[in-house]
């Protein structure tokens, strides 16, 4: 009887071993498959944002014509996410759509990281065996009010010598959505016309080389897109800390006004930049209508403009501010602001008599009996 005991006690602690192996056993499994199933997601979700994006790029690239075949593309990078992003997006696009890549960097010395900045993007092209220029211009002791046009000025004329060196043909840059909703934003506050509610446009000639075109791959995309394809990635980038100062007036656009605006409509940096591609279109007919008026109205000699007044008030009205606009262009390489083309309407509009206008760009008006005359200030 105790063997029979001690038999059956033997079988019942194997069961339980068995039975914890079981449970163990299957426990491991679930584990590995769970782990499994997040890495399969996980990867899926990569794999998707990062095609999603490259192709959304590659069909705007293709869409608006902005690189073609045997094209040499210069990338001006700041570190901070949307130039990297664009980066890492040209780099894997370059072979495919068969053009070359060459970077440049400016350091505008108005903050004490930017040095490290200038570091980071050096050994950024390095590992993409990419060719980079980095120049240094000191604007720290510009008044706070013109930094942003300034240092504006700068940069363009920096891609312009730079353009030289490599003989590119084109300039891409990485604005995207929301710094065109921003971009809106803050021309309409200051104050503009049909031309300054277009925003930013996708491809434009450089001003002082119209051979090579500024082209923007990222205007169609978000800032939380840009993000969220670094972040899944895990590429590096750095952050400018001016862009969360409350000193300029893009900023608190970016921080306070669209956060608020958002409340109304969440779409509405889309929104806003579904509104500049309205106004470019509108623009575009616009102008064009106006520079077929010019012949009729407008005469030049050396760097003098006559216009007809009794010819240019027999122009449509919404046409009319355009027409000055276009005009001016044989003198000023810069537009002249909206309030300055209304004040040179005025001035056409006025009693007929001689009348004297001062204008921005070093121009200047006289309104004659017959003509108005514009003219640079000698």
Not at 67 to 77: A, P, S, W
Not at 121 to 147: C, F, G, N, Y
Not at 172 to 194: F, K, S, Y
Request: proline share 3%; hydrophobic share 40%; glycine share 4%.
């Amino acid at each position: 009887m105790t063997a029979l005991l001690s038999f059956l006690r033997k079988q019942e602690s194997k069961k339980n071993i068995d039975s914890r192996l079981l449970i163990a056993g299957m426990t491991l499994c679930v584990i590995l498959f769970a782990v499994s199933v997040y890495i399969c997601v996980n990867l899926w979700i990569i794999r998707n944002l990062y095609m999603d994006l490259l192709a959304k790029v590659k069909q705007t690239i293709n869409k608006h014509s902005l690189i073609e075949k045997g094209d040499r593309v210069l990338l001006g990078i700041s570190g901070g996410p949307d130039s990297v992003a664009l980066l890492h997006l040209l780099f894997r696009l370059k072979k495919g759509l068969k053009f070359s890549l060459f970077l440049c960097h400016l350091n505008h010395g108005l903050r004490k990281e930017a040095g490290e900045d200038a570091r980071f993007v050096k050994e950024l092209a390095s590992s993409l065996s990419l060719p980079i220029t980095l120049t240094k211009r000191d604007l720290s002791k510009l008044k706070k009010s013109s930094i942003e046009e300034k240092a504006r000025e700068v940069r363009y004329r920096f891609f312009s010598t730079v353009a030289k060196k490599y003989r590119v043909n084109k300039i891409a840059l990485g604005h995207n959505l929301d710094d065109q909703a921003e971009t809106i934003l803050l021309r309409i506050i200051r104050g503009t016309g049909l031309l300054g509610l277009g925003g930013m446009r996708i491809k434009r000639p450089l001003k002082d080389n119209p051979e090579v075109q500024i082209i923007r791959p990222l205007l169609s995309v978000s800032r939380e897109e840009i993000l969220d394809y670094l972040k899944e990635r895990k590429i590096f980038f750095v952050t400018d800390s001016s862009n969360i100062s409350p000193v300029y007036l893009r900023n608190r656009i970016r921080l306070e006004l669209l956060p608020l605006l958002s409340e109304y409509n969440p779409k509405v940096k889309e929104s806003l930049a579904k509104l500049g591609v309205a106004c470019q279109e509108d623009f575009a007919f616009i102008e064009k209508t106006a520079v077929s008026f010019l012949p009729k109205i407008l005469k030049r000699k050396e760097q003098k403009l006559t216009i007809k007044i009794k010819e240019f008030l027999k122009t449509p009205p919404s046409l009319q501010k355009e027409i000055l606009r276009v005009a001016i262009r044989f003198l000023s390489k810069k537009p002249l602001s909206f309030s300055a083309i209304e004040s040179l309407q005025s001035l056409i509009n006025r009693e007929k008599g001689r009348s004297f206008l001062s204008l921005p760009k070093g121009l200047k008006a006289t309104r004659l009996h017959k003509d108005l005359i514009i003219s640079l200030y000698k």
